[in-house]
């Protein structure tokens, strides 16, 4: 941000005379602090443990192909083969891409599975023979309802997602 | 079903190739966690069902050279959900941030609505959570991590459970420091959503000042009665703390103390920037408006729109110069006639 500090300036005037405030003192400002305001509103109970700021890699899995890396919500992974795994979940390096544009790049070994919202949640089982598919497939698998990654919390417990 | 319309801004700060954008959408109810398909600019409605305890949107920017993520916004939105501003004023009309000086007064306002009184209804339709930190600067920095302030362990807390208008005047700022007076850093006011769990640590709104420490100074060169025979003395100013928006000058007046008669501003230092400095600064000329001998007093002030502050112990010293003659003698001697 700009400095505008001016330069040193010899001034022969007189100012007109101006009061002169007294110098507030450590116990003077010790006395003006004691009184918060908001002790008089009610008291909130314990707040909820205060979380660490909110990080969306901590909070997600990331997908790398050794040069460009993304990531997905947790439990969106369906199936991941078992010789796709170390693309799976390691320090993110290189650069970090949009989803769709990783998807697009990387479609040799990615792929995706459209969900409802109900299967998403729990709400609804998800087909039991659909989710053998998955397993034969030599592809990591990633859940997305329109079109974006999404979690899925299935009563229907697949391979990959009780692995994880 | 209802959708939402929801809004974002790019990052323009960095070029657009730096960072990658992700809004992400965290149902309440069921926890499921939906990334938004959308472009790096634009607007996108969200697709899905607004479930009873709402959604929270985050969007979310990567920096694709340090792998830094930073949390650029968030909102909360659901059907029970309160609304809530923080303002906050102070005697200082700069406008580029809310700034005061710690030992001086500022307002927080907070106005709620949507609270709705029912026991029924969960809790985070009833009331909301103010919080209150207080953050330090490290060093010579003149910023801080608000986030991670704002998600630390709060200073303050406190309940409100009415959809009004609350005012709060604070006398002075609490911004922690060895020496009080010489506090600088941010007190940050933030209402949260009264819930539990990652609810209850929503925030609705936030508002902050930015606080600076207490002007100070030294007159060097010149000691409190002094006689000054001959030359006057090289003087230096020592300032600490300058505040960001003030004029500070050295007054010579006659007499003893600041009373008299101003006969001059010897030296001037002005500061229009966004933080508090220090410096240093040569005097010398003090013998220009020296004329007569006698009692004479220094003067160290700040102008601010706080007012204006003495920032030294007065310096008063005497000027002794003239030569007086109390007796004389003569020889006569050449001037008799035999």
């Known amino acids: 941000m700009k400095t505008l500090a001016l330069a040193i300036a010899f001034c022969g005037c007189a100012h007109a005379q101006t009061a002169v405030s007294a110098r507030v003192t450590a116990d003077s400002l010790a006395a003006l602090r004691a009184k918060s305001p908001m002790a008089r509103l009610a008291t909130a109970p314990a707040a909820p443990k205060a979380e660490a ?5 901590r909070e997600s899995v990331i997908l790398h192909d050794g040069t460009n890396w993304t990531l997905v919500p947790e439990s969106a992974l369906l199936h991941v083969p078992a010789n796709l795994k170390h693309r799976v979940n390691t320090r993110p390096v290189g650069k970090i891409m949009p989803w769709v544009d990783f998807l697009v790049s990387n479609r040799g070994w990615l792929t995706t599975e459209n ?12 087909d039991t023979k659909r989710a053998e598919t998955w397993q034969k497939s030599d592809r990591i698998i990633v859940a997305t309802h329109l079109n974006g990654p999404i979690s899925v919390r299935s009563k229907e417990v697949t391979p990959a997602l009780a692995s994880k | 079903m209802k959708t939402l319309a929801l809004l974002f801004a790019a990052v323009t700060a960095c070029p657009a190739d730096s960072y990658v954008n992700f809004i992400r959408q965290k149902q309440q109810d069921s926890n499921v966690v939906w990334d938004m398909p959308v472009p790096q600019q634009g607007a996108a409605p969200s697709a899905l069902l607004l479930e009873t305890s709402g959604a929270l949107f985050q969007l979310f920017t990567i920096n694709e050279t340090s792998q830094t993520d930073y949390l650029l916004d968030q909102k909360l939105v659901g059907t029970y959900l309160p609304s809530a501003a923080v303002k906050v004023t102070t005697l200082d009309p700069y406008e580029k941030v ?27 339709a009833n009331q909301v959570r103010l919080e209150r930190h207080l953050g330090s600067y490290e060093g010579e920095s003149h910023t801080l991590d608000a986030s991670a302030l704002i998600h630390s362990t709060p200073a303050e807390t406190a309940l409100l459970d009415t959809n009004t208008l609350t005012r709060l005047e604070f006398s002075a700022s609490s911004v922690p420091s060895k020496d009080p007076l010489k506090a600088k850093g941010e007190e940050h006011f933030t209402v949260f959503s009264a819930g539990s769990g990652e609810l209850g640590n929503t925030q ?3 508002g902050f000042v930015q606080v600076w420490p207490v002007a100070t100074g030294e007159i060097k060169g010149i000691e409190p009665g002094q ?9 230096e100013l020592i300032l600490h703390d300058l505040y960001p928006r003030s004029d500070t000058h050295l007054i010579l007046y006659k007499g003893e103390g600041i009373h008299g008669q101003e006969l001059a ?14 410096t240093v600064i040569p005097v010398d000329s003090l013998d220009k408006h020296i004329v007569d001998d006698g009692t004479y007093t220094l003067a160290l002030v700040t102008d601010t729109v706080f007012g204006r502050d003495l920032l030294a112990e007065m310096v008063t010293f005497v000027i002794h110069r003239n030569i007086h003659v109390n007796a004389m003698q003569v020889d006569m001697t050449e001037h008799v006639t035999p």
């Open chain 1, 53 to 57: 700021k909110p990080s969306i890699i």
């Open chain 1, 115 to 126: 969900v409802s919202f109900d299967e998403a949640a729990g709400n609804t089982a998800i």
């Open chain 2, 98 to 124: 809310t700034r005061t000086r710690v030992d001086k007064p500022f307002t927080v306002e907070i106005e709620i609505g949507g609270l709705m009184a029912n026991p029924s209804a969960p809790a985070e």
């Open chain 2, 204 to 206: 609705l709104a936030t």
């Open chain 2, 227 to 235: 006689e000054v025979r001959f030359d006057s003395p090289a003087l």
């Open chain 2, 265 to 278: 501003t010897l030296q001037s230092y002005s500061l229009d920037q966004d933080h508090s400095q220090s």
